[in-house]
């Protein structure tokens, strides 16, 4: 369970100190004590706890069994200390095979549509929108990894390289080793990796904007989550103090009146 335990010293993630995430305070004015949200990719538990102290019912699914076993101990160890939570539901499953969730009233997925085929990513975004309720004001709220941030990343190290004094060769070079090879970066795709993990999806806006509409989705938000270098420092995502900061996209939407 390294991952699930070490989440937060591995993973920059927006439930941290510092990070500007509109989630929770968008969530407490959606809440709904007889309602149902769905939390999609939930890892150790943190936002999923929060959800069940605003609905009645909370859905969390993860297809790593540690997070769930993790995020399984955040909730009874809150009960045990009296935490007031409504019904939780753990399920281990990939949410591309979860298409008996139906009827949320919020669906939340936090940097957990990651999936770098087209088609079932398509069909990934499709089941958030068939999750929410067609009748009831049903909102997804979700956060999606930046691929801009990214590019921006590597012009700060390619920038700071030069500073240093190392030639055009030896900043490509080392660009190709270190961010097209070893994170197995890719630009036009919008991919990218830690050196030892699977490539996952980035996106950049207007594509993000348009993958959302396409599976049903009216997108009324879309804003910066911002990580602060301190952060991003404290998990090794670099640290250029005094440049602009690193960032996911916050997106607020509905299924489409036109659907």
């Not at 010293?9 to 959606?30: D, I």
């Not at 499709?126 to 929410?132: N, P, V």
Request: hydrophobic residues 45%; contains cysteine.
């Amino acid at each position: 369970m390294t991952i699930a335990r070490e989440y937060f010293h591995k993973v920059l993630s927006p439930w941290v100190p510092g990070v500007s995430n509109p989630l929770p305070q968008l969530a407490r004015e959606l809440a709904r004590p007889d309602g149902t949200a769905v939390d999609v990719g939930c890892g150790p538990g943190v936002f999923l706890c929060y959800l069940a102290q605003l609905f009645g019912r909370v859905v969390a699914i993860d297809r790593d069994p540690d997070m769930i076993e993790a995020a399984g101990e955040l909730v009874e160890t809150l009960r045990r200390h009296g935490a007031e939570l409504g019904e939780v539901e753990l399920r281990c499953e990939d949410w591309a095979e979860c298409d008996d969730v139906r009827g949320a009233d919020l669906v939340c997925a936090v940097n957990s549509i990651l999936e770098t085929d087209g088609e079932r990513r398509h069909r990934m975004l499709g089941a958030l929108q068939r999750a929410l309720s067609p009748d009831r004001g049903a909102t997804l709220l979700a956060i999606f990894p930046a691929m801009e941030a990214q590019i921006h990343l590597l012009r700060l190290y390619a920038a700071e390289l030069a500073r240093l004094g190392a030639s055009a060769e030896v900043i490509e070079r080392q660009i190709e080793a270190e961010f097209l090879t070893a994170h197995h970066f890719d630009a036009l795709e919008g991919t990218f990796s830690s050196r030892d993990e699977t490539p996952q999806k980035f996106f950049y806006e207007l594509e993000l904007a348009f993958e959302l509409e396409r599976a049903g989705f009216d997108v009324s938000e879309m804003a910066r989550v911002v990580y602060p270098w301190e952060v991003c420092r404290a998990v090794d995502a670099g640290y250029f103090p005094g440049e602009v900061e690193l960032y996911d996209w916050f997106v607020r939407a509905s299924p489409s009146s036109l659907r």
